[in-house]
């Protein structure tokens, strides 16, 4: 699981350089179907797996069928989260 996890953060890297000139990424965090930590990548924090999974189930029920994609902003970081199926995955840049 692990080497899945740095292979989705280089290609999300990639892809942000392609999109932006550059990468800001700088962690990623998986979470599974409960609640609990699959993966922790880069600054990624383990113990924030409860509270992006509980933001994006949340974000679910605004429209019925439909997973959007969070963002929420900090001082020093941007936090992309994304539920799919059963994993839900959070990315983050760096500001």
Do not use: W
Request: hydrophobic share 45%; net charge negative; proline share 2%.
């Amino acid at each position: 699981m692990e080497a899945n996890v740095k292979a989705v953060m280089a290609e999300a890297t990639e892809v942000d350089t392609e999109l932006n000139g550059s990468s800001n990424i700088v962690g990623m965090v998986v979470v599974d179907n409960r609640g609990l930590c699959i993966a922790a990548e880069g600054e990624g924090d383990p113990a924030s797996a409860g509270v992006i999974f509980s933001l994006a189930s949340q974000a679910g029920s605004l429209e019925l069928g439909e997973d959007p994609v969070l963002q929420i902003q900090t001082e020093h970081h941007s936090y992309l989260i994304k539920k799919e199926e059963k994993v839900t995955v959070a990315i983050i840049k760096k500001l």
